[in-house]
Structure formats: C-alpha cells, structure tokens
C-alpha cells in the first residue's frame, strides 16, 4: 500500500473517531439508607390502641318501676327472676301491660331493682303503635315526656310521664374506657360490621366500675343492622355528637 493511500485511511479514521460520542457512562448508584431493624412484636403488648371489640345487647321493651309503683301494682317489691349482663340489674317474674291511646302491647318486661320513680322504654315502632310521641332520651332524663297507663293483672296506675326511647349507649368501667381512649359522657359512632354494616352515631360512654362493656341499641336498631348475640362493634369516631 502506498504512501498516499496510508494517509487518506488515516485520515478517514480520525473524521469517524471524531463523529463517535464518547459512551455515557452511568451515574454512580447512590447507596440506600440502611433501614433501622423492627423490633419484633412483643406477645405481652396490649391490642392496637383504642380498638378493641364492644359486645352489642339488644335493649328490647322494658320498665322500671318506683317501689312505690311496684306495690301499687302488684300489692309487694319486685320479685327477681335472672340476672342480666349489668351486674346488679335483674329480670323480674312481674310483667305489665302498656296501655295507649291507640294500641296495648302485653307482656312488657319489668327490669330490677326499683328506682327512685318509674320510667318505661320503648321503641320508636312501639310508640307510633301506642299512639305517643316517646322522644330519645337518655335512662332517667324524662322531665317532659309523655305518660302512659300500666296495668298489671289486678291493678293499673296513670304514668304521668316517664316514656322514652332510650338514647343508644355504652356501658364501661374505668378500665374500659381507658382502653377504648374515652371519658364518661363521651359521644362516639360506633361501626356494627355483618349482614348488615352500619355506623351508629350520638353514642353516649357511660363509665362506672359497676358496669360490664358492652353496647346497647334498641329493637328497632337491632332489627335494621341485623343484629345477633354474636355480633360485636368497635368505636368509629370520637367526641361525635
């Protein structure tokens, strides 16, 4: 090969070395964290905060009656049957019957021991029955509210008032409420989960080491979430009204 044509190679190479890009080489990989180890859970720990389970009891059709009504009706105290889930509270063997103005519902539950004055709880089906205009109160709020006539089998007496429809709330002790991160009077929504999910607002916390936990709704609530003795319920929401 001669001269002239070692130097035109040359100089054909020089032109394509010279229009080749030097290779993008890569960026350095930058190392991640080191992540800091989890400790293991620890089986002597508390369940997650704040939500645990709440037994769910349905509150049907009852009455609690002064002892002064309990005599007028069945001429003695009450006479204790069961005991119920609230410790210290009693099914009675009486029973009575509701009349209103425009129906009479028999065989309603007399719940143990006497109060200071009588007060009768129903559902707001079982007042649109009876023809009264029951509100939703809360247990021993009956200031204004209307009256209805009880009859036991050989004596009746007027209620002049005392009918409502108990207000949905929670019963605790002191231990529960700590747990479930709430105070007595506390207003909460609870989620009942099954056949028939549903969030129950305006629950009232009641605390009091007296109490055993547990929800308690009324039949009406009972029979539109598809309630059974197996279902429980967590809090959803707190401080709601």
Request: charged residues 20%; negative net charge; proline residues 9%.
């Amino acid at each position: 090969m001669d001269a002239r044509t070692v130097n035109i190679l040359r100089g054909l190479i020089r032109a394509a070395n010279a229009a080749t890009p030097e290779p993008a080489w890569p960026e350095p990989a930058v190392p991640e964290p080191a992540m800091p180890e989890l400790a293991a859970p620890n089986p002597a720990m508390p369940a997650p905060a704040c939500a645990s389970a709440i037994p769910v009891e349905l509150s049907a059709r009852h009455v609690h009656l002064s002892e002064a009504d309990a005599v007028a009706l069945f001429g003695s105290a009450l006479t204790p049957a069961r005991e119920l889930s609230q410790p210290g509270q009693f099914l009675c063997k009486e029973r009575v019957r509701l009349v209103g103005p425009k129906a009479v519902i028999d065989n309603v539950a007399v719940l143990g021991p006497s109060r200071g004055s009588s007060q009768v709880e129903i559902s707001k089906t079982d007042a649109r029955a009876l023809g009264i205009d029951a509100p939703v109160r809360h247990s021993g709020d009956t200031t204004g509210t209307p009256g209805v006539i009880l009859a036991s089998p050989s004596h009746a007496l007027a209620l002049e008032e005392g009918v409502i429809v108990a207000a949905r709330h929670i019963h605790m002790t002191p231990e529960d409420a700590q747990r479930l991160c709430v105070a007595d009077g506390d207003m909460v929504s609870v989620r009942l989960d099954g056949e028939r999910p549903v969030v129950l607002e305006g629950v009232k916390a009641r605390v009091n080491a007296q109490f055993r936990l547990a929800l308690h709704i009324d039949s009406d609530e009972g029979n539109g979430s598809g309630w059974s003795s197996a279902r429980s319920a967590v809090i959803a929401n707190r401080n709601a009204g």
